[in-house]
């Protein structure tokens, strides 16, 4: 698959200004990027080529990633690493260069430079990992609240967990049911099987079990910082509890 822009000029509109702007992915000081992480520069307006020299990363060593750089969107361009995986827990810096140009010769003036960290483990990392639509202008810097539930509640024996914002990387490793062993959440059991599902939002999420539960028995819900939001936000707090509301609860 190939993205490519076509620039149709409308008569008596004004040309851009002011350069363009740079979106950096992961944001900078980010913590736990996954370690396959596809690092991305995305654009508020549609720039000429960019190529490795123009957006690249290296290690804390100043050992550059060797990597692939093409056009994944409208204004978001990726770079690939040639070893897929990075190193784990090590911190890189990225580099989008300066003098990348717009259709009106209007051109960025200085390079933008951030760094992430990668996450200790491959199956801990977090991150956004969809591609912005069109050209959209710079993230705040200063991003909203963190994703956090919401309510725990069931119909019948499924049961539904609500995020205060549309979250990703649900599934059944960071949203588990689990059987207590003893009162309370501290002793648990090995994770319920059964299956997850989203409302089209995906703010809320539906658990239904392989089997109907134990009607005696007490569950608890944990749901992990694997959690995140459209931005990249793990959930807060990092890893929760969350009473099972039946009869006989934690």
């Known amino acids: 698959m190939e993205v490519r822009n076509w620039i149709i000029r409308v008569a008596g509109a004004s040309p851009p200004r002011t350069p363009p702007r740079v979106t950096p992915y992961p944001a900078p000081g980010a913590h736990g990027v996954f370690q396959d992480v596809v690092v991305k520069a995305t ?16 290690g804390l060593r100043g ?4 990597a692939a750089v ?27 260069a300066a003098g990348l140009c717009g259709a009106e010769g209007n051109c960025t003036p200085r390079e ?8 200790p483990s491959r199956d801990e990392g977090h991150g956004d990992t969809s591609v912005a639509f069109g050209f959209p202008g710079p993230s705040p810097d200063h991003p909203g609240s963190p ?19 549309p979250t990703m990387n649900v599934n059944t ?3 588990a ?15 319920v099987a ?37 931005q990249g936000q793990a959930l807060s707090p990092a890893v929760r509890d969350h009473p099972f509301p039946r009869p006989n609860r934690c």
């Open 63 to 66: 050992n550059r990633v060797l």
């Open 177 to 191: 049911l689990r059987r207590t062993t003893a009162a309370g959440c501290g002793r648990r059991g090995p994770p």
């Open 70 to 96: 093409d056009q994944i969107g409208g204004g978001t361009w990726g770079l690939f690493p040639d070893r897929i995986f990075l190193k784990a827990g090590e911190t890189y810096t990225a580099r989008v």
């Open 194 to 230: 059964g299956s997850l599902r989203s409302n089209p939002e995906g703010d809320v999420w539906t658990f239904v079990p392989m089997a109907p539960l134990d009607p005696v028995a007490t569950y608890c819900v944990t749901v992990s910082a694997g959690v995140y939001d459209l």
């Open 173 to 175: 490793t960071t949203l």
């Open 112 to 119: 933008v430079v951030w760094s992430f960290k990668t996450a």
């Open 147 to 165: 994703p956090a539930v919401s309510s725990v509640r069931t119909e019948g024996d499924a049961v539904v967990v609500s995020f205060s914002e």
């Open 43 to 58: 654009f508020s307006e549609p720039v000429r080529g960019v190529d490795e020299p123009d957006l690249h990363a290296g």
